[in-house]
């Protein structure tokens, strides 16, 4: 059974940096896309970063030129290195690996959440 384990959330200043880490353990064929996630009280959970395994990235508009995201597919692992962080910024963060099958399926499976707070 693949799960996923996320770390790097905390608290941080408006203008700071933090860097979630995301590692997936467990019976893996291969990892298609690896993205992150967040939710803001009160709000859905939006697509924040994804990368394919090919190394092809996409971002939302509110963090492009902020945010990164990378991948080591020797780890199972994705980051998320966030600079200039703003209150706005604050939510639990998701990761979500798209896992492929020998069979040729694929499935979604999501990490437990880590907490990014971003005082101002």
């Known amino acids: 059974q693949v799960q996923l384990v996320e770390s790097g959330g905390g608290l941080v200043q408006a203008g700071g940096s933090l860097r979630l880490s995301c590692t997936a353990s467990?019976?893996?064929?291969?990892?298609?896309?690896m993205g992150w996630f967040r939710q803001a009280p009160g709000k859905q959970r939006e697509l924040v970063a994804v990368?394919?395994?090919?190394?092809?990235?996409n971002y939302a508009d509110s963090v492009k030129g902020r945010f990164t995201i990378s991948r080591d597919n020797a780890k199972n692992t994705v980051y998320l290195q966030m600079n200039s962080l703003k209150p706005e910024d604050t939510a639990v963060y998701y990761c979500?690996?798209?896992?492929?099958?020998?069979?040729?399926?694929?499935?979604?499976?999501w990490g437990q959440g880590t907490q990014v707070t971003v005082s101002s």
């Open positions: 979500n690996y798209n896992v492929a099958r020998y069979s040729g399926s694929s499935y979604y499976i």
């Open positions: 990368i394919t395994r090919g190394g092809s990235t």
């Open positions: 467990g019976s893996i064929f291969s990892i298609n896309a």
